[in-house]
């Protein structure tokens, strides 16, 4: 049981993938100008990058390696990916038109989100049971969103603060991205 909680908390804090592993910072950086759409973009991503975790352990496990073909396990997960991102678009479209349209470009755009593609290779990586990978998952899928709310509420802020012209827009941003991470590693000692 305390293996699942080092897992969960490891991909939560501890390796926060875009705070410590550098995937995501497409999303992190270009979508995070408000609070609304970085809490949009950060469920819509965990939903994708849970799911697309233990279905690419599944495939992997259950058709690539049986079979030896194993080396091509990055092409497959592109396409789970590509193919979960487009059935929650054409469910989402019918089942939820609202939703659908306030997520607008953000949901196209997880397809070629490398934080959801990196959450499965490592998972497959590192050897996890389908159940373990589930829960690495939903701690990565979990601190991508927390770190996206936290950065699209800051950044908020900062907009609407009176800056000096030299740290408008971009190098603020780039500023409070390097003091978030260097927070995040406050959580290292977290297993020890």
Same mark, same amino acid.
């Given at each position: 049981m305390t293996e699942?909680?080092?897992?969960?908390?490891?991909?939560?804090?501890? *390796? *926060?993938?875009?705070?410590?592993?550098?995937?995501?910072?497409?999303?992190?950086?270009?979508?995070?100008t408000s609070y609304a759409t970085a809490a949009a973009t950060g469920i819509a991503t965990a939903f994708v990058l849970s799911l697309a975790a233990v279905i690419s352990h599944l495939v992997f496990?259950?058709?690539?390696?049986?079979?030896g073909?194993?080396?091509?396990?990055?092409?497959?997960?592109?396409?789970?990916?590509a193919g979960l991102v487009q059935l929650i678009q054409y469910y989402l479209r019918a089942t939820a038109p609202l939703l659908h349209q306030s997520l607008g470009i953000y949901l196209p755009l997880i397809t070629s989100n490398c934080a959801v593609l990196g959450v499965a290779l490592l998972a497959v990586d590192q050897e996890l049971s389908l159940f373990a990978t589930l829960i690495f998952a939903l701690g990565a899928a979990a601190g991508f969103s927390l770190v996206m709310v936290l950065f699209g509420a800051m950044r908020e802020q900062l907009n609407q603060s009176d800056l000096p012209a030299a740290f408008k827009g971009t190098p603020i941003a780039l500023l409070s991205a390097g003091l978030m991470s260097l927070a995040f590693m406050g959580f290292q000692g977290l297993g020890s």
């Amino acid at each position: 049981m305390t293996e699942i909680v080092y897992i969960l908390l490891g991909a939560l804090l501890i *390796n *926060n993938f875009v705070l410590s592993q550098f995937l995501g910072l497409c999303p992190f950086m270009g979508i995070t100008t408000s609070y609304a759409t970085a809490a949009a973009t950060g469920i819509a991503t965990a939903f994708v990058l849970s799911l697309a975790a233990v279905i690419s352990h599944l495939v992997f496990h259950h058709v690539l390696v049986p079979f030896g073909l194993d080396y091509m396990r990055i092409i497959l997960f592109i396409v789970v990916i590509a193919g979960l991102v487009q059935l929650i678009q054409y469910y989402l479209r019918a089942t939820a038109p609202l939703l659908h349209q306030s997520l607008g470009i953000y949901l196209p755009l997880i397809t070629s989100n490398c934080a959801v593609l990196g959450v499965a290779l490592l998972a497959v990586d590192q050897e996890l049971s389908l159940f373990a990978t589930l829960i690495f998952a939903l701690g990565a899928a979990a601190g991508f969103s927390l770190v996206m709310v936290l950065f699209g509420a800051m950044r908020e802020q900062l907009n609407q603060s009176d800056l000096p012209a030299a740290f408008k827009g971009t190098p603020i941003a780039l500023l409070s991205a390097g003091l978030m991470s260097l927070a995040f590693m406050g959580f290292q000692g977290l297993g020890s």
